[in-house]
Structures are given as C-alpha cells and as structure tokens.
C-alpha cells in the first residue's frame, strides 16, 4: 500500500505514515448460464463440452471517489426468459448486496460493447453516465435507436438512444483513450465492431478487464481465439496485449466461473481484484 507522511508537531516532530486509499476493483456475478457450450467461447473446443458460465460485471471504485460499473448485465423479461438463467439476481440488486454500492451512487458505466447481456442494463444506474466507443455505437445504431447491424438488440438500440437524447452518453475515440483518471480503454478482440477493453492502475500493475474479447483463461492460456469474433487474428493479438499490460494474473476474463475461485471474496457473490 502506498503511504504519505506527515509531519505531526508534540514534544517534537514526528514523522508519521498513513496510508492512501488504493483503487478497488471487483468482479460481481450475477446469474449463471448452464451448460453453456464451450465450442461457442473457443475456437476448435470440443463439442461436446460444457460450462457453467459466470454472467458477471465488473466495479471499480477509484481513490479519487465515485463508482465506475464495467458492463452493465441484462434485465429484460425477454431474455430471461429466453436463456433461463439460474441463480438470477437484477445487476444493480447484486451490485448493492455485493458490495454496499447502490444504483444511484454509479457515476460512470463503460460499456465494452453492445450485446444484450453486457448492455441490455444501462438504464438501472440513472445517475451514470455511459461511456462507449464511437465507431460501436454509430455502426449499430442510428437516429432515434434504429439498428443498423444485427449484434444489437432493438430494446438495446432504443435504450441507448434515448440515454444518448438525455445527454448521458459519452464517446470514447478510439484505441488507448483515458476514461477517467487511471482507467483506460483499449480497441481489439474484434468481438463486435469495436469491442473494447479497460485497464486500470492499481498498486500491483493494471488490471485488465476483459469481458467478451477473452471469454474463459483457457482463451488467454492456451493462445485460442474467441469462437465469436469477427476477425480471430486480431482476437488473439488483442490477448497478447492484454496480457503484455497486465501479466496472466491480473487480465480477468468475462465469463469464467473460475474468477471467483482465483480472487478472495469480497462481499456476496464477489471477489476483489488484485
């Protein structure tokens, strides 16, 4: 942990040290989906095997203050009842019982990219403001919320549109960009248009957050693309950089049930990241 000192005056000067606050970063999960096809996560992976995948988001909290969401999870009737997902909890409601953070208390939610179940929740933070890629957003969704590009839902696209009217949508432009103090997006993986990733400093290195530009570790360790991308070399060469800015350890991939067995827990349903 960092420490600054300060001069204390008594009997005489004592330097004393007390310790600055250090960036927190957690992964919160929030439903599972069984049986998951693994085949659809890596590339050449057997067919016949399953998983039981994490649907997760990611909370930071700065040292500076403020609440920053990664993802923002699914909400929707719809896809509830579409994928049936077991052990079901709102992202907001996990987020608050995880992690004493409620919704109103999001300053920023930066969203990797446009799919429903890392979107479709963006509207449960009413104070956050969005911050996603440019090229993401206009090559999927038009004026007024049209979809221009299939990987968006139509809820999705009318959602983020109306968030976007109301002036809460933030662009970021484009590869290595500084979100916020000590938080950074980066481009590639190419698992939609322009899927990003974050970096955040901590004490130890950045941290990477991967979401769906690495699905499982089995995606970082062995060198094998995402099964959903659109371009897989530009996959495995955005998970080169990861693990170049962050070390195997610290990038944290976006659905891997094993998150929550390396991390210690921090709340229910949660680990800290570190």
């Not at 449960?124 to 979809?147: C, K, N, S």
Request: no cysteine.
């Amino acid at each position: 942990m960092r420490h600054t000192a300060k001069l204390v005056a008594s009997t005489g000067l004592i330097l004393a040290f007390f310790p600055l606050p250090s960036v927190e970063v957690h992964a919160v999960r929030y439903a599972t989906l069984r049986e998951f096809p693994v085949r659809s996560l890596v590339a050449g992976a057997d067919r016949d095997r399953t998983l039981d995948i994490a649907m997760m988001v990611w909370a930071i909290r700065p040292p500076e203050g403020g609440v920053v969401l990664v993802d923002a999870g699914f909400y929707r009737q719809k896809f509830l009842d579409q994928w049936k997902p077991a052990d079901y909890t709102r992202p907001d409601l996990a987020v608050a019982r995880a992690l004493g953070i409620p919704a109103d208390a999001v300053t920023d939610l930066i969203i990797t990219h446009v799919h429903w179940d890392h979107a479709d929740g963006a509207d449960l933070f009413p104070r956050a403001r969005v911050w996603i890629q440019r090229e993401e957003y206009e090559h999927h969704i038009g004026a007024g919320g049209t979809v221009l590009a299939r990987a968006v839902d139509p809820d999705v696209a009318a959602m983020l549109a109306e968030l976007r009217a109301e002036g809460r949508v933030s662009f970021v432009e484009g590869d290595d960009r500084q979100i916020l103090p000590g938080i950074r997006a980066y481009t590639g993986g190419k698992h939609t248009f322009a899927s990003q990733y974050v970096g955040v400093a901590s004490e130890a290195g950045t941290i990477v957050l991967a979401s769906d530009n690495a699905y499982l570790y089995e995606n970082l360790e062995r060198g094998l693309a995402i099964a959903q991308t659109l371009d897989p070399a530009s996959n495995l060469t955005a998970q080169a950089r990861m693990l170049r800015l962050a070390g195997a350890g610290r990038v944290v991939p976006g659905h891997d049930p094993a998150v929550f067995e390396r991390f210690p827990a921090s709340g229910a349903g949660s680990v800290r990241i570190h």
